[in-house]
């Protein structure tokens, strides 16, 4: 098993979905990530728990210690 920081960065400009601590789901491009798991997401959208588009949100920087997890693909 490898880190999963290797495994983020192999898939930036890949569409990714990461939830917050909140609650919150976000589906995106990956743009960047750096060592605190930072993430800058592009066209970006806030979905429901069920996966619905709520809002589109563009581009947006995601802090790291507020992620509960992210899904790859």
Partial sequence: MRPPLTELRKAIQSQIT????DGKEYKGRLEQIDDHM?????GCTEV??????????GDVFLRGNNIMFIILG
């Fill in 38 to 42: 930072n993430l800058v997401l592009s």
């Fill in 18 to 21: 990461v939830r917050l601590k």
């Fill in 48 to 57: 429901s728990c069920d996966g619905d588009p709520v809002k589109r949100i």
